[in-house]
């Protein structure tokens, strides 16, 4: 009689449960763990000296970039995170140039990445094309290209010295520069670093770059870097604005004296009438600049051409 029933297998196999459960091993198989540990983004104000670093640095560099090309419209930090660094670098397009530098007397080593996509979109503004760009597949930087990163590389890292200079002295140097990825490893490609990602708006287009710092070389400056305290006053930003303020030209007005006369005086006007002003040498004028009266002055002459000599400041409208 036992002949006659079906076993438990040939059941299965009858119903088709084996190839289900094939399928769903298949499709768990499918299925990977994600590592939260991979990225870490930093909450806003985690590294608050960091930040304002960046904030005080972008506002110099887009001055100095803009002598380089004047079509850039702005300079901003988008974002700062911390992420593995083999994974920071695996999602940089190719080609793309790798800066390395060193921030004496911090002992590791950062990296300045400049994204292809900045560098085809600066040359095709600077030879009047659109601020797009170019698609370029299999090659390496040209001549002119690299001279292009060269000259945002320079810049952008001399404005960053400058602002490190107001509260921790450092001194940028450029290791290396290169193009290839497996060349540029600061760290170990499962060791975390401090991604600061950047983007310059060129006529509308928004190129990015990054910075890539270790996450261990600013231990010994935590006590800046994770504090705003030090950060009270910005010498830097104050003398970047006086620098600027002094270059504006400014118009200047020296008046001898004020005379009413009638209209038919002035009709008799012809050339060589003389004008008596009643003024003396030792007299004190008022000096307006842009038409606010601000000084009183002297008349006299400096090399056979007339001057003016401050006698003292005005500081409000008399």
Known sequence: MSEEFLSQEEIDALLGSGKEEEKEEEKKSDITPF???????????????F?????????????ESRKILPQINMVTKENI????????IFKIPLPSSYTIFSMRPLKE????????RLVFTVISVLFGGPAKPFKVEGREFTKLEMKVIDDFI????????QVWDAFYPVMVEVRSIELNPSLARIVSPNEKVIIVECKIDIEGYEAPFFFCFPQSMFFPIKDIVYSQVAFAEDPVWKKN?????????????FELTKVKMKIKDILSWEEGTQINLFVSPDQEFRLFVEDKHKFFAKLGKINEKYAAMITKPVFEEE
Not at 81 to 88: T, V
Not at 154 to 161: G, P
């Open 241 to 253: 604005i006086e620098e600027k303020v002094k270059k504006i030209n400014v118009k200047i007005e």
């Open 109 to 116: 080593n950062a990296l300045l990445v400049v994204d292809s």
């Open 51 to 63: 930040e304002l670093i960046f904030e005080r640095w972008i506002k110099v560099f887009r001055d």
């Open 154 to 161: 320079n810049s952008a890292l001399k404005t960053f010295e």
């Open 35 to 49: 590592d939260f540990s991979e990225v870490e983004h930093i909450k806003k104000g985690g590294l608050p000296g």
């Open 81 to 88: 995170y911390i992420s593995r660094f083999q994974n920071f």
